[in-house]
């Protein structure tokens, strides 16, 4: 069983910057393949970004040039870096975790981006 808890949602102002964390537990975090998905209200959740063990990432249209994932194995925790963050942003932000044929999610974080 992997935990997985995310964090750094909040309320920022358009055109402004958030950075999402996520820890999952485990003692080969490394191996991991780790993604962001959100949720808007009323939509289907959808991939934002992932990134592989060997650090290979990929975006979503809606993220490429404005958010960057990454990780670090150390700590156990994978970032989302989001900026210039418009409304249309405005979501709940799941963390995904991949390890072997297994699948885990956190609870989420809220992230309502207004001015």
């Known amino acids: 069983q992997v935990h997985v808890v995310e964090s750094g949602g909040g309320l920022v102002q358009p055109g402004g910057s958030l950075r999402l964390s996520c820890f999952a537990s485990g003692s080969v975090f490394s191996t991991y393949v780790m993604a962001w998905h959100r949720q808007a209200a009323g939509n289907q959740r959808e991939l934002v970004a992932t990134i592989t063990s060997v650090g290979s990432t990929y975006y979503a249209d809606s993220a490429k040039g404005r958010f960057t994932i990454s990780r670090d194995n150390a700590k156990n925790t994978v970032y989302l870096q989001m900026n210039s963050l418009k409304p249309e942003a405005n979501s709940v932000y799941y963390c995904?975790?991949?390890?072997?044929?297994?699948?885990?999610w956190g609870k989420g974080t809220l992230v309502t981006v207004s001015s």
């Open positions: 995904n975790v991949r390890v072997y044929d297994m699948e885990y």
